[in-house]
């Protein structure tokens, strides 16, 4: 698939000369700076927590706890592209851990909206601010 | 043998129990409480009768009967390996001092004295039943009298609430007396003793909700503790010189001891003296008389059976018993001798101005009594014990004829309210003439023969000098005993119909319960306390008469009913007289008053001796009597006796030979009437004779004055009364014996009791009070510091926890899930700022 489509881009992007600011994208996609990803990684994961922390409503959470995940995952790629590229090209474990992690937090979601069902169902709110439950 | 003597004071304690326990949980009946009272007496009677007529019967007759020598017995005490060891000196002391006495010649006395072996003795106290001829007699008054009363009372008490209770109490007397009478040792005969006091108090204040019957049973109890004491000291004494309580080891063991002669008082002494208070406290005598007039608060009954017929004689049963001991001591001979004659004349001339029939004849009782103790202080116990057995016929005869004049004039005591009854009562009439005519000692009537020979003796002892004043005294007695029956006798039987003339109320010191009260009320006596009618002050207006229908005077066979339908208020009660559950005992009462006494015939009549072998009550006795001359027991002394004695003392007085004790036990006394008179006469026949016409003639004279007073100018009692004031006072007020012992005994002990209340409060309670004020000042100060710095450090550090700490950590705790998970990022970012610094600052600076 990307044997088809990489020239293609290529060709659109002028990518054998980066001077245009296409071609920085291009030179980007081909090369990737490790340290953009992080960054990008950080805020994700940055804001993932601020909505953990502001949010009332607990399926705006999981959302957030998503974009948590989905950060952690977005490092586990970019170093495993990194290394690959810095001549390691059997490191997948961090491409095997993303997919690891895709499932598990599939899984989490399907328990988690049922203990959201159940709670609703029980208390008829799902906002965390009602469910104080550890306070006794 | 043996079983019966035990089914004797076992059945009257098994009637008692049935009743007492059962009757008010179930409700029994009148007549099934009557029944079970009245079979189970009956019972006892036709035992003791069975079982005296068997040891009359048996060869060893005069010899007592112990239920041990047949196994019923058991050991009551066990003592153990105790050893008494007091009487060893005595008993050592005793064996050298007869010996002496036998060399002075004094004595005639076999000179081998018996001292007991100076062992220790075992004391192994049994509970067995001694039938002796002693005993016997009693038992047999007891119970049969007993049973009089009984079927008397089931009349008498008829519609009282308490009936079971009065039956129970009956049945526990009737237990208690018999074990007194048949007891074989001192102990048992003081279980007995405190066991008639007991069933005293209880039916003295059986009328519990009257102040005085609950007042007259303290007084009677407390009285006898006097007298208890006295013979608990004397049991002691006992127990202490002899080493056993049982009668006939302890008789055996006192032949022995010497005589005491007047002005020695050693061990047998002591001994009869705290015997003889304990008879004073039971048997009425001076000074413990007092509380016998107030006993009559107990119903009519009670008073016929417990202070007249058998619990006042126990004394003289106990006297009687231990005459051994009373004759080694020729001092207590004396005083007991003095007192009863005293208490006679004492309580004669108080019982002629009485105006309440019961009191009239609580103080004749007091006063025969002391004729009793009269005859036994002059050596004539049998006689004593005969008298004993004539005035319970008699005196019980009267008392229940006077408890059916109270019952026929509706709980009227007051002799000032009655007058012509013999027209309405004749049964009850007829009845009490025969107990007046045996108590003044008319012939042939039971009181004369008795009487008329404690006098005799009295006249002719020669236990010690001075006879013929008690002689004097007891005929004095004897002549008011006369007067005032007689007065008794008239203001009750002849005479004006006095009710008809007082329209009020009776006072009713004793009454039993009346069904309902003016009001028409259901009186208290139909209540669960059983009580007695309200009372009211003579002549007191008490309102108008009212119909007011009511049955219970009719009788339990309905043969006899209440002759007055009318009124029940406090009109005038038409007297009736008694159902036949109550004349009948009478009638057989009266029999007994007017023949019973000749069982005890004397030799005037038949010339030589008391006829009659055993029959004659004085043969009968004659084997529990012991001889201070002979120094034996009985018959075979009088015999021997007779024999052993010189025609002449030294005096050259003729001696009398027809009895054993003529012979002077405790040597010349003296001047003595009954030989004066012998000798004037020649012979001592015509004596007796001429001292049986003195008392025919003196009683006569009583009868005679009072049948002029009484009967024939009834304005002579004031008239006499007004010219003796000072004497009638005295009497009128018993000679305000009472007052006087409030005012020295009861007021001081009072005193006392509020001394030592006030040191009990001062001192006692002060010392209490005042270590307790100590206490709590110390305290005081503890509590300060442990206040305010034990209890401050720990506040302290709860404060600080409580409300400083928890307020800054419970803030934390707000539930949120939001909160939490901000305190971990910030716990994150803190974490990775520690663990990366150096980097961080590193990149920041090399940027």
Sequence with gaps: MSQLITPVLALLLQAEQPTTRGGVIWQGIQHPDLSKFLVIAALLFIIGVAGVLTRRNIIVIFMSIELILNAANLNFIAFSRYLQDAGYPNAVAGQVFTVFIIVVA??????????????????????????????? | MSILLWLIPLLPLAGAAVNGLLGRKFRFSERLIGTIACGTVALAFVCAVAAV?????????????????????????????????????????????????NSDGTLTASSTVKVASARGSVLNIEWSYQL????????????????????????????????YRFFAYMGLFMFSMLVLVLGSNFLLMFVGWEGVGLCSYLLIGYYFDRKEAGDASRKAFITNRIGDFGFALAVFAVIAT???????????????????????????????????????????????????????AGPTPVSALIHAATMVTAGLYMVTRTNVIFQHSQTMMLIVAVVGALTALFAATIGITQNDIKKVLAYSTVSQLGFMFLACGVGAFVIGIFHVMTHAFFKALMFLGAGSVIHGMHHEQDMRRMGGLKRYMPKTFWTFIAGWLAICGIFPFSGFWSKDEILWRAAGTNYFSGGWMLWLIGTIAATCTAFYMTRLVAMTFWGRERFREVPAGGEADEAHAHGYDEMGLPHDAQ????????????????????????????????????????????????????????????????????????????????GDGHPGGKLNIVNWLAPVVWNPVTKGFGTENEAGGAQARPATTENGHVTAPHEASEAAPYGDTGYNLAHTVERSFGSERAAEWFFILLSIVVALVGMGLGYLFYVKNPRLPDAWAARLRPLYRASYHKYWIDELYGLLVTRRTMDAAVGVYTVDAKVIDGAVNGVAALTRRTSNATGLFDRYVVDGIVNGIAYFIRGIMSRVLRAAQTGLTANYALVMVLGLVVAVLIIFYPDIMAAVRGG
């Design chain 2, 242 to 296: 002899f080493g056993t309580a049982q009668y006939t080891d302890v008789m055996r063991q006192a032949s022995a001891y010497p005589i005491e002669m007047l002005g020695t008082f050693g061990i047998m002494s002591w001994i009869a003296l705290g015997l003889f208070i304990g008879a004073c406290g039971k048997s009425a005598q001076i000074p413990l008389y007092v509380w016998l007039p107030d006993a009559m």
């Design chain 2, 132 to 163: 002796d001829p002693l005993s016997a007699i009693f038992i047999l008054i007891v119970t049969g009298v007993g049973l009089c009363i009984f079927v008397f009372a089931t009349g008498y008490m008829h519609g009282d609430a308490g009936y």
């Design chain 2, 527 to 606: 209540l669960e306390s059983a009580g007695d009618r309200p009372r009211h002050e003579p002549g007191e207006y008490v309102g108008e008469p009212h119909a007011l229908p009511h049955d219970h005077h009719e009788t339990r066979g309905g043969d006899v009913t209440d002759t007055h339908a009318a009124p029940h208020g406090h009109a005038i009660h038409e007297p009736h007289e008694s159902p036949a559950s109550m004349w009948i005992p009478l009638a057989v009462l009266a029999v007994l008053a007017t023949i019973g006494g000749l069982v005890g015939i004397g030799p005037a009549f038949s």
């Design chain 1, 106 to 136: 599939a899984a989490e979601a399907a328990i988690g909206l049922g203990i959201v069902i159940a709670l609703y169902r029980n208390r008829e709110t799902i906002f965390v601010d009602k469910i104080d439950l550890l306070k006794w």
């Design chain 2, 53 to 101: 007529v068997k040891y009359a019967n048996s060869p060893t007759w005069p010899t007592p009967y112990v239920t041990s020598q047949d196994g019923w017995s058991f050991t009551w005490i066990a003592g153990g390996a105790t050893e008494i060891t007091e009487g060893q000196k005595e008993r050592a002391q005793a064996g050298n001092t007869t010996s002496t006495r």
